[in-house]
């Protein structure tokens, strides 16, 4: 273990199991008597490192995790604690959720291509399955938030989906994602709240759909262009995750804008926005998306979440 100039503090695997009771009191420091929150999120890519920084500014105690040392000192800025570990290491996973109030779980294979399916895997199962052993020996914890993706539900040709319709288990990555949220669903303790947010596809500061089409402009892509897709922003996926928090959300939520434009669509109105030729289909070749459905983002609305982006573009 050693300790930046500012004052927080980067363990790895080994040095966080020594570190577990020096981390309890860093993260009971409570200004003005007030308790503080102790939050983990395993996993902090690019939706974890918003869900850290987002909570370290409403003052609570957060822990984050990544796999790779090199990006320890970004992470610093956004977290007061920063712990170097695979999810596979049962003992790295247990220190961890020692003395924490909740997990957010955002875990992904890390790859600039495409992920073959064991990796997928390989990164989320051994995970969870360390997670729901680890909290079973956690009675501090309260809440545990895993953000999974709509496209478990597979191609639906076009209709509408909610949190009860089936999902595509013949597609080995939605096979992946499926199962991790039945362990975490089923495995957990029962006074353990689990709520698993189903995303569309991410967009945001960094990501923007105006640049990521703009790209596209006069290829050709496979399919029909006629495939439902589904978004949501970074911001809306910040929120909800402490929404979800603040109200003990339990199972199942569908976390999509209200968008329901088709990929040729979508492509065809950024590209014309931009004045750029318009993605050109060619329907011969089957589509690279696996999700075909309209998703039903009803549930989360009803709990009380009003979307920031709900038909933004950017």
Same mark, same amino acid.
């Given at each position: 273990?050693?300790?930046?100039?500012?004052?927080?503090?980067?363990?790895?695997?080994?040095?966080?199991?020594?570190?577990?009771?020096?981390?309890?009191?860093?993260?009971?420091?409570?200004?003005?008597?007030?308790?503080?929150?102790?939050?983990?999120?395993?996993?902090?890519?690019?939706?974890?490192?918003?869900?850290?920084?987002?909570?370290?500014?409403?003052?609570?105690?957060?822990?984050?995790?990544?796999?790779?040392?090199?990006?320890?000192?970004?992470?610093?800025?956004?977290?007061?604690?920063?712990?170097?570990?695979?999810?596979?290491?049962?003992?790295?996973?247990?220190?961890?959720?020692?003395?924490?109030?909740?997990?957010?779980?955002?875990?992904?294979?890390?790859?600039?291509?495409?992920?073959?399916?064991?990796?997928?895997?390989?990164?989320?199962?051994?995970?969870?399955?360390?997670?729901?052993?680890?909290?079973?020996?956690?009675?501090?914890?309260?809440?545990?938030?895993?953000?999974?993706?709509?496209? @478990?539900?597979?191609?639906?040709?076009?209709?509408?989906?909610?949190?009860?319709?089936?999902?595509?288990?013949?597609?080995?990555?939605?096979? @992946?994602?499926?199962?991790?949220?039945?362990?975490?669903?089923?495995?957990?303790?029962?006074?353990?709240?689990?709520?698993?947010?189903?995303?569309? /596809?991410?967009?945001?500061? /960094?990501?923007?759909?105006?640049?990521?089409?703009?790209?596209?402009?006069?290829?050709?892509?496979?399919?029909?262009?006629?495939?439902?897709?589904?978004?949501?922003?970074?911001?809306?996926? @910040?929120?909800?995750?402490?929404?979800?928090?603040?109200?003990?959300?339990?199972?199942?939520?569908?976390? @999509?804008?209200?968008?329901?434009?088709?990929?040729?669509?979508?492509?065809?109105?950024?590209?014309?926005?931009?004045?750029?030729?318009?993605?050109?289909?060619?329907?011969?070749?089957?589509?690279?998306?696996?999700?075909?459905?309209?998703?039903?983002?009803?549930?989360?609305?009803?709990?009380?979440?009003?979307?920031?982006?709900?038909?933004?573009?950017?």
């Amino acid at each position: 273990m050693h300790t930046t100039t500012n004052g927080k503090t980067i363990l790895s695997n080994d040095a966080h199991e020594m570190a577990t009771h020096g981390a309890e009191s860093l993260g009971s420091e409570q200004p003005h008597g007030d308790v503080v929150k102790k939050v983990a999120i395993i996993g902090c890519g690019y939706v974890g490192t918003a869900v850290a920084y987002h909570w370290q500014k409403q003052g609570y105690f957060v822990t984050v995790t990544t796999t790779r040392e090199e990006r320890v000192a970004e992470l610093e800025e956004v977290a007061d604690q920063v712990v170097i570990m695979q999810g596979n290491d049962a003992k790295a996973v247990h220190s961890l959720v020692q003395n924490q109030d909740i997990c957010l779980l955002s875990v992904a294979p890390i790859s600039t291509r495409q992920v073959e399916a064991e990796v997928y895997r390989e990164t989320y199962i051994p995970t969870v399955k360390n997670l729901v052993a680890a909290l079973m020996e956690t009675p501090t914890f309260k809440q545990l938030i895993y953000l999974s993706s709509c496209s @478990v539900y597979g191609n639906k040709n076009g209709e509408w989906v909610d949190e009860t319709s089936g999902v595509d288990t013949d597609n080995e990555y939605n096979q @992946v994602l499926y199962e991790a949220e039945q362990i975490l669903l089923n495995s957990a303790p029962e006074d353990l709240s689990v709520c698993i947010l189903r995303l569309g /596809g991410i967009y945001g500061s /960094g990501r923007e759909l105006i640049k990521r089409l703009s790209r596209l402009a006069g290829k050709t892509l496979p399919g029909s262009g006629e495939s439902f897709a589904c978004w949501i922003h970074l911001e809306d996926i @910040v929120t909800a995750v402490d929404f979800a928090y603040q109200n003990k959300l339990n199972g199942i939520y569908n976390l @999509v804008n209200d968008l329901r434009w088709t990929s040729r669509e979508l492509c065809d109105y950024v590209c014309d926005n931009q004045g750029l030729e318009r993605v050109i289909w060619d329907a011969t070749k089957p589509s690279f998306r696996a999700l075909n459905a309209r998703i039903n983002n009803q549930k989360i609305k009803a709990a009380g979440y009003q979307l920031i982006h709900p038909e933004t573009i950017v």
